[in-house]
C-alpha cells in the first residue's frame, strides 16, 4: 500500500495524490509532502524512490534488501533514516518483535517505508489528518513527531516486561516450577534485545539533536534532544530491568535450595527417629516368638512389653529433644 499526504498554504491538506501531483510538487516544493510505503514489492518501490525522488541507489538498496539496526546517513540534499518499532510477541509474551522502520528525510518532504505495519506510523498519520498543524513546521518537525512516536511505544513493553517479573516474583514463592527459569531468561533476551535497540538509536537522535544537517532546521533541534532525553531514560530502565532479572534469577536459585535444604531436613529427621528402632531391632533380633537359645528371660513376656515400649518412646523422646534444640 502506497499512499500520500500533501499541505500547502493554498489548498491545505490533500490526501492520495497522483504521481504527476507528487513529481510536480517535487520540483516546486511549497508544503510539506509524506509519502508511506506499507509492505509493497521492493520491485515496484525501487523506480518509485530512485526516478521520482531521486534516491542515491546504495540508500534504496539499504531500504529495500537490506536490516539495519538504527542509523543515519547524510545524504546532502536528503538524509536516510533507519528506526526500530518494537511490540511484544502476541504468542509469547516474553519475546519482543522488532519492525524496521526506514526514512528519507528532505527539505520539504519525508518518505517512510516499511514492511509491516506499525502504530507509531497510524497514530502519526491520524495526528495530521486531525491537526494541520503538524505538517504546518516543515518536514523536520514531521519526523520529529514520528520519532517521538515510535520512541513513546518503548514504554509500554517496559511497563509489560515490568509486569511479567513481578508476576514471576509472585510465583517464586508460590509455586517454584522448573518453567519459571525458562520465562526468566526469555525476558533476559528480551531486555538485551531492546538495549541492543535503544542503544544505536539513541545515538541516531543525539546526531539529530546536536549535528548540522542541511535538511533540519536549527530550531528543531531542541525537539529531537527532548526524545534523545526519553530514550536516554529508556536505556536507564532497561538496565534496571536487566537487574531486576538478574535478581529474579538468584531468588529462584535460592527458594530452589531452601525447598531442597528443607526436604533433606525433613528426610534427615526421619532417619533420625527410626535410627533406635532399627539398632534394637538389629540387636536383640525381635526372636520373641522363636527363640533360638535358653535364654528364658529375654523371651518373656515384660521383656517383649519393655521392648515395644522403648521402640515406641525413643521416636517420641528423639522428636522431642530436636524441638528443643530448634531443629525443627
Same mark, same amino acid.
Given at each position: 500500500?502506497?499512499?500520500?499526504?500533501?499541505?500547502?498554504?493554498?489548498?491545505?491538506?490533500?490526501?492520495?495524490?497522483?504521481?504527476?501531483?507528487?513529481?510536480?510538487?517535487?520540483?516546486?516544493?511549497?508544503?510539506?509532502?509524506?509519502?508511506?510505503?506499507?509492505?509493497?514489492?521492493?520491485?515496484?518501490?525501487?523506480?518509485?524512490?530512485?526516478?521520482?525522488?531521486?534516491?542515491?541507489?546504495?540508500?534504496?538498496?539499504?531500504?529495500?534488501?537490506?536490516?539495519?539496526?538504527?542509523?543515519?546517513?547524510?545524504?546532502?540534499?536528503?538524509?536516510?533514516?533507519?528506526?526500530?518499532?518494537?511490540?511484544?510477541?502476541?504468542?509469547?509474551?516474553?519475546?519482543?518483535? !522488532?519492525?524496521?522502520?526506514?526514512?528519507?528525510?528532505?527539505?520539504?518532504?519525508?518518505?517512510?517505508?516499511?514492511?509491516?505495519?506499525?502504530?507509531?506510523?497510524?497514530?502519526?498519520?491520524?495526528?495530521?489528518?486531525?491537526?494541520?498543524?503538524?505538517?504546518?513546521?516543515?518536514?523536520?518537525?514531521?519526523?520529529?513527531?514520528?520519532?517521538?512516536?515510535?520512541?513513546?511505544?518503548?514504554?509500554?513493553?517496559?511497563?509489560?516486561?515490568?509486569?511479567?517479573?513481578?508476576?514471576?516474583?509472585?510465583?517464586?514463592?508460590?509455586?517454584?516450577?522448573?518453567?519459571?527459569?525458562?520465562?526468566?531468561?526469555?525476558?533476559?533476551?528480551?531486555?538485551?534485545?531492546?538495549?541492543?535497540?535503544?542503544?544505536?538509536?539513541?545515538?541516531?537522535?543525539?546526531?539529530?539533536?546536536?549535528?548540522?544537517?542541511?535538511?533540519?532546521?536549527?530550531?528543531?533541534?531542541?525537539?529531537?534532544?527532548?526524545?534523545?532525553?526519553?530514550?536516554?531514560?529508556?536505556?536507564?530502565?532497561?538496565?534496571?530491568?536487566?537487574?531486576?532479572?538478574?535478581?529474579?534469577?538468584?531468588?529462584y536459585l535460592s527458594v530452589i535450595n531452601n525447598r531442597m535444604n528443607d526436604i533433606?531436613?525433613?528426610?534427615?529427621?526421619? !532417619? !533420625?527417629?527410626?535410627?533406635?528402632?532399627?539398632?534394637?531391632?538389629?540387636?536383640?533380633?525381635?526372636?520373641?516368638?522363636?527363640?533360638?537359645?535358653?535364654?528364658?528371660?529375654?523371651?518373656?513376656?515384660?521383656?517383649?512389653?519393655? !521392648?515395644?515400649?522403648?521402640?515406641?518412646?525413643?521416636?517420641?523422646?528423639?522428636?522431642?529433644?530436636?524441638?528443643?534444640?530448634?531443629?525443627?
Amino acid at each position: 500500500m502506497i499512499r500520500s499526504l500533501c499541505y500547502t498554504t493554498e489548498q491545505h491538506l490533500q490526501v492520495d495524490l497522483s504521481w504527476e501531483q507528487i513529481t510536480a510538487f517535487l520540483q516546486e516544493p511549497k508544503g510539506v509532502l509524506w509519502v508511506d510505503f506499507e509492505g509493497t514489492p521492493p520491485e515496484e518501490d525501487e523506480p518509485l524512490l530512485r526516478e521520482v525522488f531521486h534516491f542515491h541507489p546504495l540508500a534504496v538498496d539499504d531500504a529495500l534488501q537490506e536490516s539495519h539496526v538504527p542509523k543515519i546517513d547524510d545524504w546532502g540534499s536528503f538524509l536516510y533514516i533507519v528506526l526500530h518499532s518494537v511490540t511484544f510477541d502476541q504468542q509469547r509474551r516474553e519475546e519482543i518483535a !522488532t519492525w524496521e522502520l526506514d526514512v528519507f528525510l528532505g527539505a520539504n518532504f519525508m518518505v517512510t517505508h516499511h514492511d509491516h505495519p506499525i502504530a507509531a506510523i497510524e497514530r502519526t498519520w491520524n495526528a495530521c489528518h486531525r491537526d494541520e498543524r503538524h505538517l504546518r513546521n516543515g518536514a523536520d518537525h514531521l519526523l520529529y513527531r514520528l520519532a517521538d512516536e515510535v520512541v513513546a511505544s518503548y514504554m509500554p513493553v517496559v511497563e509489560e516486561m515490568d509486569d511479567e517479573i513481578d508476576q514471576i516474583e509472585d510465583h517464586l514463592f508460590n509455586q517454584p516450577r522448573p518453567e519459571i527459569i525458562e520465562h526468566v531468561f526469555a525476558l533476559k533476551r528480551a531486555a538485551l534485545q531492546l538495549r541492543r535497540i535503544i542503544g544505536p538509536q539513541r545515538e541516531v537522535l543525539n546526531k539529530l539533536a546536536r549535528d548540522d544537517y542541511a535538511v533540519i532546521d536549527s530550531r528543531a533541534r531542541v525537539y529531537f534532544r527532548d526524545v534523545y532525553d526519553h530514550l536516554v531514560r529508556l536505556h536507564d530502565i532497561t538496565e534496571s530491568l536487566r537487574d531486576l532479572i538478574s535478581g529474579t534469577l538468584e531468588t529462584y536459585l535460592s527458594v530452589i535450595n531452601n525447598r531442597m535444604n528443607d526436604i533433606m531436613k525433613t528426610l534427615t529427621i526421619i !532417619t !533420625t527417629l527410626f535410627m533406635p528402632i532399627s539398632f534394637l531391632a538389629g540387636f536383640f533380633g525381635m526372636n520373641f516368638f522363636a527363640p533360638t537359645a535358653p535364654l528364658p528371660g529375654w523371651t518373656s513376656m515384660p521383656a517383649f512389653i519393655f !521392648t515395644i515400649v522403648l521402640t515406641l518412646a525413643f521416636p517420641v523422646g528423639m522428636f522431642y529433644w530436636m524441638h528443643r534444640r530448634g531443629w525443627m
